[in-house]
C-alpha cells in the first residue's frame, strides 16, 4: 500500500489528537501530547491551525472545561501552553466556536439557534426570515438601509424607499435591493444571493466585481479571493426553499452543505479530511431528517457520518 502524502498524514494525525483531547478534555496527559505534536516542526503546526478552524469544538472545550484545572497565581498551567498553541496556529481567531459565538451575539439585533426559523418586521416595513443558527445587525439611517448578515442565512422581503437604498452586508459581500425579494447566505464564508422578485446590485465591496441580479438568478461568491465562484438561474420555487425544509445545491461544495444543513443539526460537525470538504454537489435534500440529508451529501465520495457523543458528528472517508 503506498503511504500517504506527508500533510494528509499529519492532518489525520491532528485530527486524531483533537478528537481524543475532545473526549477527555480534563486529562493533562492529552494537553501535554497535544504541545509535544504541535513543537515538533512547522509543518506539525500547520496541520494542527488547519484541524482546528475545521474542528471548532478544541477552543470551546478549553475555555468551558479547564477552569478547575487552573494553578495558583504565578504558576504555568498546561492550558496556557495549549491555548498559546492554538494561538500560535491561528486557531482562536478561526476555529474556537465559543468565541465567535459570543462576538456575533454581542454584535446582533436579532438572532436565531440551531433548528429555529423566525419572522422579523422591521420599522420601515420590511420583512426578514431569519434562518437557524443566524445573526443580524440593523443599520437604519436617513439616507440608507443597512442589514448586516453576521452568521448564517436570510431571506429579505424589503419594502420599496426610493430615498434609502436597501442593503444587505456580509463579510464583504453587499446585495443591495433594488424593489425585490432576495435570500443572502454564509456557510463556510462562501457567501450566496439569490432573487425572489425584482433585482438585486451584488458585488464585493472591496473589488470591481458587480452583478445585477434578475427573478431566478444565484450567484456565489468567495470574499477571500474576491471571485465569483458560479452562478445561474433556477425556478423560483427554489429560491430560499429552505423556509420550505428543503435545500437546493448547484455544484456547492461539500464543506458549504455541510455548514447549512449543519443548522438544523445540534453540535458540531467536524469534517475529517479536507479533500471531502472540497468536492462539488448537486442535488435537493429534505430537511425534515438533516441527519440523513448530511449523509446523502457526502455518500456520493463514499464518506460516511459518525457519532463521537451527543453533540459530535464527525464526517470520514470510509
Avoid: C
Wanted: charge should be neutral; aromatic fraction near 6%; charged fraction near 20%.
Amino acid at each position: 500500500m503506498n503511504e500517504l502524502p506527508e500533510d494528509r498524514r499529519l492532518f489525520r494525525e491532528a485530527a486524531d489528537l483533537a478528537i481524543r483531547l475532545q473526549g477527555d478534555p480534563d486529562n493533562r496527559v492529552s494537553v501535554d501530547m497535544v504541545n509535544a505534536w504541535i513543537s515538533r516542526s512547522p509543518s506539525h503546526r500547520s496541520a494542527w491551525k488547519r484541524v482546528a478552524e475545521i474542528h471548532g469544538m478544541s477552543g470551546q472545550v478549553l475555555t468551558e472545561r479547564y477552569e478547575a484545572l487552573e494553578p495558583k497565581r504565578g504558576a504555568i498551567s498546561r492550558r496556557t501552553l495549549l491555548v498559546t498553541g492554538l494561538v500560535g496556529a491561528g486557531a482562536i481567531a478561526t476555529g474556537s466556536v465559543a468565541v465567535p459565538d459570543l462576538v456575533v451575539r454581542i454584535q446582533a439585533d436579532h438572532a436565531t439557534v440551531k433548528g429555529e426559523i423566525q419572522r422579523i418586521d422591521l420599522e420601515d416595513g420590511s420583512v426578514v426570515t431569519l434562518g437557524p443558527a443566524s445573526a443580524i445587525a440593523i443599520d437604519y439611517a436617513a439616507s440608507h438601509r443597512i442589514v448586516r448578515l453576521l452568521a448564517g442565512m436570510a431571506y429579505f422581503d424589503v419594502a420599496s424607499d426610493t430615498t434609502r437604498p436597501f442593503s444587505v452586508i456580509s463579510d464583504e459581500v453587499a446585495a443591495t435591493a433594488l424593489g425585490t425579494a432576495y435570500d443572502v447566505s454564509n456557510d463556510a464564508g462562501i457567501i450566496s444571493v439569490s432573487v425572489d422578485h425584482g433585482r438585486v446590485a451584488a458585488r464585493i465591496e472591496s473589488g470591481r466585481i458587480g452583478e445585477e441580479l434578475m427573478a431566478g438568478d444565484w450567484i456565489v461568491y468567495n470574499p477571500g479571493t474576491h471571485a465569483v465562484m458560479s452562478r445561474g438561474t433556477r425556478d423560483i420555487s427554489q429560491i430560499a426553499a429552505w423556509r420550505n425544509g428543503m435545500i437546493v445545491a448547484e455544484h456547492e461544495s461539500v464543506s458549504v452543505l455541510v455548514a447549512r444543513i449543519g443548522r438544523w443539526l445540534p453540535g458540531k460537525i467536524v469534517i475529517a479530511d479536507p479533500f471531502l470538504g472540497a468536492r462539488l454537489v448537486s442535488g435537493v435534500f429534505d430537511l425534515s431528517d438533516p441527519e440523513r440529508a448530511l449523509a446523502a451529501v457526502i455518500r456520493p465520495f463514499g464518506a460516511r457520518l459518525r457519532q463521537a457523543g451527543p453533540f459530535l458528528t464527525i464526517l470520514t472517508p470510509v
